[in-house]
């Protein structure tokens, strides 16, 4: 059996930027702990905008980057962390509760403007 893997060969690069610039936390609940961070696309990968630089990333613990590519969390041009309908209304226990319901139009935590404005 043989398996075939794409690697992007920026996404290291990519990921460290990206954290770099968020103070090396996640931007919705500000986790530090660097193996739980993922560096996440805006812009999808694949979308040809979809270029991987500061500008297109969000600082993303793993459970956040999930919810944010599920599309069951997002973020308004405001930088408030929007939870989807259905989601705020289930119950669950903590990690939904508090994890996720609880960011519910919280703000996000902004990376450094003097590393954006370097990039585009």
């Known amino acids: ?5 794409k690697k992007r060969m920026h996404q290291e690069e ?3 930027n990206v954290l ?15 193996p739980l961070l993922d ?11 979809g270029l991987p630089k500061i500008t297109n990333g969000l600082s993303l613990c793993k ?3 999930a919810a ?6 997002g973020i308004s041009p405001d930088y408030k962390i929007h939870v989807k ?17 609880e960011l519910h139009q919280a703000p996000i935590q902004l990376p ?6 370097q990039q585009k």
């Open 39 to 49: 560096a996440a696309h805006i812009v999808p990968d694949k979308h040809e905008l």
């Open 112 to 117: 450094k403007k003097k590393y954006i404005t």
């Open 1 to 5: 059996m043989t398996v075939e893997v």
């Open 68 to 73: 944010y590519d599920a599309n069951l969390m």
């Open 20 to 34: 770099s610039v968020y103070g090396c936390q996640c931007a919705l609940c500000k986790i530090r702990h660097l």
């Open 14 to 16: 990519f990921r460290d």
């Open 85 to 101: 309908l259905d989601l705020l209304e289930e119950i669950d226990g903590p990690m939904l509760q508090h994890g996720i319901k």
């Open 63 to 65: 459970i956040h980057h």
